[in-house]
């Protein structure tokens, strides 16, 4: 076997431009490939990045009536619904893989919340003293709420990045009064993700995809919820996985558990725990990017197809050619398998090799593109692999031909031809 | 008995009817006989050679190879024949321009399944014989035609076949080189090969011990010829 590869490279490297203008087709064929993947692979990286940041792994799950959230703003509380207890928090944190979970309360659009007689048109979240941690948020100015503050219903507030600045457009918040629906909370600090947790939006797709509210939001102790709605809300519940990977079967454990520990038989069976998993979302936009660029993959496959028919036909030749060269190992004793064989290793190396270039080439172009382009690529090493097999593959497939005529050539024959 | 050749025809179509290259041949060889056929071109030596040496079978007739049939044999059995029993020398060398003398010399042993040590082992060993020993590494185009036939004949004999079959040897090659040729195979002989030359030039053939006259695929007289 050795001895073929060693004969094979022979004589590639006798006809070097004849090889590599049958390697071009394959070279072509992979670098487009190995292009695409690694497009398809940055774009995926990215949305995933995107939407969900990375390092950060918060699941949330919300009550959701039939598939959208139950809104608060709106509606009465829910019948049946029972507020969850410190209990049911410790039995989520004892999932395996959770890190972190906060029960809070949210409203995604309130009015009722002016500095001076600048109107707040964002969301108001009531936190439990795990929040800020389990949603991967960190203080920037000021401090967070303490254990005390918690506990003797303290009516402060923290500001996000987006709330701090427009309201207070970037001058200090700290020590500041806001009027919520009538009682003055004092602005005790601003906190902003340590990494990104809300979407980082960038074009209108992600907007459109990632539309939460983009005024801002207060956050609040949980237990001076009530000052501002009502008593016995149900509580949203944030939990943080360990690994990004396990956030949609953390996600789904979760929300098992709590629709049924908190939603009774009696209440409207349209109610449910859903979580609202981020990997999911991301997963959808994936395919979304996936399907269109598995038509560019057909078609670079065409063109490895192209590079295979082209590879038959200088092996054709390359036959002809050594025809003399057949007919005298024929007559030393060379079996028919042994002249296959010679033949079949010789396409492989060939395209094996081109394989390897093509690699090459599709990392080079796919780093050019990315550079140009501005969009992000990741190399894949299972593509980069199962490229080369493959082309590989193709060269025995259309090296089979040629190999079975060399084979069956007739040493007589074959001798005779000067 | 090494070779037998009993009532051997070979016929190739053409156009509707057959051509008769072969009538009736019937040779005997003993081991370390030093044989010479000859004949004008056509007259079907090359093609008596090609049986003889398990490139071709016969359309009728039979031919026992060191007390082996040949006739029924497959593909494969030919090759390994070739491989163990016969060293051909051709006209116009056929060596691979690609590989050294000595690889050119080792290839009848990678088909015999030989470690590559071994090869060159042995491979070195039979291009001294030849007097060659310095010529190990050169390709084929950098030596003469006399040296050239002469590492054919080393990978001809690597095997130790039992039988040496020569097609025209000295035919491309000055005399001086024809003669070094020929004086190798009379040594070869003289260790015990077998030896079956064609040839058409009367003085190549007056080297052997038995000479056999070929006219129009059949054995005749010297006189005949004339």
Not at chain 1, 177 to 194: H, K, N, P, R, Y
Not at chain 1, 295 to 320: E, F, K, P, R, Y
Not at chain 2, 153 to 177: F, H, K, Q, V, Y
Request: hydrophobic share 40%; proline share 3%; charged share 20%.
């Amino acid at each position: 076997m050795l001895e073929n590869i060693s004969l094979a490279f022979q004589s590639i490297k006798s006809h070097k431009l004849r090889s590599f203008l049958t390697m071009l087709g394959i070279i072509i064929g992979i670098a487009s490939i190995i292009t695409i993947v690694s497009t398809i692979k940055g774009t995926n990286e990215q949305i995933k990045q995107s939407l969900i940041g990375s390092g950060n792994n918060a699941v949330r799950l919300r009550l959701c009536q039939d598939n959208s959230e139950y809104d608060l703003s709106w509606n009465p509380i829910p019948q049946g619904v029972v507020p969850i207890t410190e209990d049911t928090r410790a039995e989520l944190a004892g999932i395996e893989q959770v890190s972190d979970v906060s029960l809070y309360l949210t409203r995604q659009y309130s009015d009722g919340i002016f500095y001076g007689d600048q109107a707040f048109n964002g969301a108001v979240i009531g936190t439990d003293p795990y929040y800020f941690t389990t949603c991967g948020l960190g203080l920037r100015a000021g401090r967070l709420f303490t254990q005390e503050d918690h506990a003797r219903c303290r009516k402060l507030c923290l500001l996000d990045m987006t709330a701090w600045s427009t309201l207070f457009a970037g001058t200090d918040p700290v020590g500041k009064t806001l009027e919520m629906q009538g009682e003055a909370f004092t602005v005790i600090g601003i906190v902003d993700s340590t990494s990104i947790f809300e979407a980082r939006i960038e074009t209108v797709n992600d907007y459109y995809s990632f539309n939460s509210s983009t005024g801002g939001t207060i956050y609040i102790p949980i237990e001076t919820w009530p000052v501002l709605y009502r008593f016995d809300e149900p509580q949203h519940v944030a939990i943080r996985a360990e690994s990004t990977d396990d956030m949609t079967s953390i996600g789904q454990k979760a929300a098992r558990l709590l629709t049924e520990k908190q939603v009774l038989p009696t209440a409207d069976s349209k109610l449910s725990y859903k979580g609202e998993d981020l990997m999911e979302q991301a997963e959808q936009l994936q395919q979304l990017s996936n399907s269109s660029n598995t038509q560019l993959l057909w078609i670079a496959g065409i063109s490895l197809l192209v590079g295979g028919i082209g590879v038959m036909n200088i092996m054709l030749v390359t036959v002809t050619e050594r025809t003399q060269e057949i007919g005298l190992k024929k007559a030393l004793g060379a079996r028919k398998k042994r002249i296959l064989r010679q033949f079949l290793t010789e396409a492989g190396v060939l395209t094996g090799l081109g394989g390897l270039l093509g690699v090459a080439a599709g990392i080079v172009l796919a780093k050019s593109i990315s550079s140009v382009l501005e969009t992000p690529t990741a190399i894949s090493i299972p593509a980069i692999l199962i490229a080369v097999l493959f082309s590989m593959a193709i060269g025995i497939v259309f090296g089979l031909l040629p190999a079975v005529k060399a084979a069956n050539l007739d040493p007589i024959a074959a001798l005779r031809r000067e | 008995m090494l070779i037998e050749l009993k009532d051997i025809c070979r016929d190739f179509p053409q156009g509707g009817e057959s051509i008769h290259v072969l009538r009736n041949i019937s040779l005997s060889v003993e081991k370390g006989e030093y044989i010479t056929i000859m004949g004008p071109s056509g007259s079907g030596k090359t093609t008596l050679m090609n049986i003889i040496g398990c490139l071709d079978t016969p359309s009728s007739g039979e031919y026992l190879l060191d007390g082996e049939s040949v006739k029924g044999a497959g593909d494969n059995r030919l090759a390994d024949i070739r491989n163990s029993k016969i060293g051909f020398v051709f006209q116009s060398f056929y060596l691979l321009p690609g590989l050294t003398a000595l690889d050119n010399v080792s290839l009848p042993l990678v088909y015999a399944n030989i470690s590559k040590a071994e090869r060159r082992e042995r491979a070195a060993e039979a291009l001294e014989k030849v007097g060659l020993a310095d010529r190990m590494d050169f390709y084929p185009n950098q030596i003469s035609g006399g040296q050239q036939q002469r590492v054919a004949i080393a990978r001809a004999m690597i095997n130790d076949p039992l039988l040496l079959l020569a097609d025209e040897p000295t035919g491309a090659l000055d005399s001086a080189s024809g003669r070094q040729v020929m004086s190798l195979f009379d040594s070869l002989n003289d260790a015990g090969t077998t030896v079956i030359l064609i040839t058409h030039a009367q003085e190549i053939a007056d080297r052997a011990r038995t000479i056999r006259y070929i006219f129009d695929g059949e054995f005749v007289e010297r006189e005949a010829i004339r």
